[in-house]
């Protein structure tokens, strides 16, 4: 903003051999310096030409040689996708032709694009606003069917009509608060007070639920991470083999074989989840085995959730319970119990007893009976099922829900405490400002740097 606006240029298109590539050309004076790089075989010079037309012709450079055969496309701001003229020359797919076509442009007078500037430029005049903009760069990632989907609910604008929507409440809410502040005299009812907290309740309640997807969207973007611990001998690599579904880890009856970690990713639902087998986590003197306790407690420490494995047919340990007790504290776990075709109902069920709440699924690794229920419930425990909303956000966004939601428990508990309007407005103004950041309506000249610098050029 404020410094003048340019016309810039860049490929489009992958560097790589492929039928076509595209050079976009965006800015006040795409259509001349389309008109210098490109010449129709007939007909007008794209200047002249009607908002969204194509011509063919050849791309030529200064002094009158042809660079290669293209199609021109001709696209009038507002309506493109910047928001500006827009020319987009097709030429031949190939680095070297691209590349070529790419420096006629800039001979013809335009500026090689900055990462993301296009984008940039369609957010500054309004196109899309700052949750979309990052959305883009979500479809370009996304590494599953699920996460696209996600990523396109996002950049058709469904998030921030949700954040919108939230906004227009609050900024409700502040209006009358300041009022109040402006006319003490308006002094207000204890209806109208009560109206108010009534506002910042369901915002807190509606960001709540963003915040949730914001959960899910990271679980789409990164995936889940679930460690198996247990003592040696339980089956953790049994059962490993038939979470992925092959025979990747090494099943020995010695106790102590696992020594390494091994991980491996696969979907669940369209959920990537990274299933590790630890080494276990006892004290040990021998070297080799330590090496893998020190990883495997650094696998614990990143796991998302953890699956305590017990073997059923020997029933609880000591062993099993000091593990237990190593485990980190805050991380959520679900108790497997393993080798269930060795033991009858009555044993099962007072082992169940003694691990009295505690979340448990019964397995067998070996007839793989109780598996299916076991995956349902790392999807639960992670809040992976009935995602079908889920939004792509990013950590930014997810920051600024965090910081909006703790602005307004701050106002409730400020106007619980019997505080005046003033200040309970000043929470109030931070959550609006903060859920404003999302969609770009309050930000700064360095955020919007730091977001753009993620996109590739040619965005
Ligand atoms: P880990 O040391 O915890 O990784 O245990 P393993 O997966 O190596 O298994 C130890 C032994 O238990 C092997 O002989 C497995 O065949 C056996 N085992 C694993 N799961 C089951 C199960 O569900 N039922 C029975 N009967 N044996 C199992």
New binding site residues.
């Given amino acids: 903003m404020g410094r003048a606006v340019d016309t810039i240029a860049a490929v489009a298109t992958a560097p790589v051999e492929a039928g076509i590539g595209v050079v976009r050309i965006s800015g006040p004076e795409a259509l001349r310096v389309g008109d210098r790089a490109f010449r129709p075989r007939r007909g007008r010079p794209l200047s002249e030409r009607r908002s969204h037309s194509v011509a063919y012709g050849w791309v030529v450079n200064t002094d009158g040689h042809r660079v290669d055969e293209a199609l021109a496309l001709v696209m009038l701001g507002p309506h493109s996708y910047t928001g500006e003229d827009v020319v987009e020359l097709q030429c031949h797919g190939g680095a070297v032709a691209v590349r070529r076509v790419l420096e006629v442009a800039l001979e013809a007078g335009a500026r090689l694009a900055e990462p993301g500037e296009f984008t940039r430029r369609a957010f500054l005049n309004g196109r899309i606003d700052l949750s979309q903009a990052e959305a883009v760069v979500e479809v370009i990632r996304a590494k599953t069917d699920r996460a696209m989907e996600a990523a396109v609910r996002q950049l058709e604008g469904s998030f921030s009509h949700a954040i919108r929507e939230v906004r227009e409440r609050l900024l409700g809410v502040a209006a009358q608060l300041e009022a109040e502040i402006d006319f003490p005299e308006l002094e207000l009812e204890t209806e109208s007070r009560e109206a108010l907290l009534e506002g910042c309740s369901w915002s807190l309640e509606r960001i709540g639920v963003l915040l949730r997807n914001v959960r899910r969207g990271d679980l789409l973007r990164n995936g889940l991470r679930v460690v198996?611990a247990?003592?040696?001998?339980?089956?953790?690599?049994?059962?490993?083999?038939r979470l992925v579904g092959k025979d990747r880890?090494?099943?020995?009856?010695v106790?102590?074989?696992?020594r390494d970690v091994i991980e491996e990713w696969v979907s669940l639902g369209g959920v990537p989840v990274l299933y590790a087998?630890t080494a276990g986590i006892r004290e040990t003197e021998d070297e080799v085995e330590r090496f893998g306790v020190d990883r495997s407690r650094e696998m614990l420490r990143r796991a998302d959730l953890i699956l305590w494995?017990v073997?059923a047919?020997s029933g609880l340990t000591a062993e099993d319970l000091a593990l237990r007790e190593q485990l980190p504290s805050s991380k959520p776990v679900i108790g497997v119990l393993?080798?269930?075709?060795?033991v009858d109902p009555a044993a099962l069920d007072a082992l169940a007893a003694e691990l009295k709440g505690l979340r448990l699924i019964q397995?067998?690794?070996?007839?793989g009976a109780g598996i299916e229920e076991l995956e349902r419930a790392v999807l639960e425990e992670a809040g992976a099922l009935d995602m079908e909303e889920g939004f792509v956000a990013t950590e930014r966004q997810g920051d600024a829900l965090r910081r909006a939601a703790d602005a307004l428990r701050s106002a409730l508990a400020t106007a619980e405490a019997g505080y005046g309007p003033d200040l309970i407005s000043v929470d109030v103004r931070a959550a609006w400002s903060a859920l404003g950041e999302i969609t770009g309506d309050t930000v700064d000249e360095d955020l919007l740097d730091q977001i753009f610098s993620r996109f590739c050029i040619g965005k």
Wanted: proline share 6%.
């Fill in positions: 198996l247990g003592r040696p001998n339980v089956g953790k690599s049994s059962l490993l083999n880890a090494i099943v020995t009856a106790p102590g074989t696992t087998d494995v073997d047919g393993n080798k269930t075709d060795l397995v067998s690794a070996l007839s």
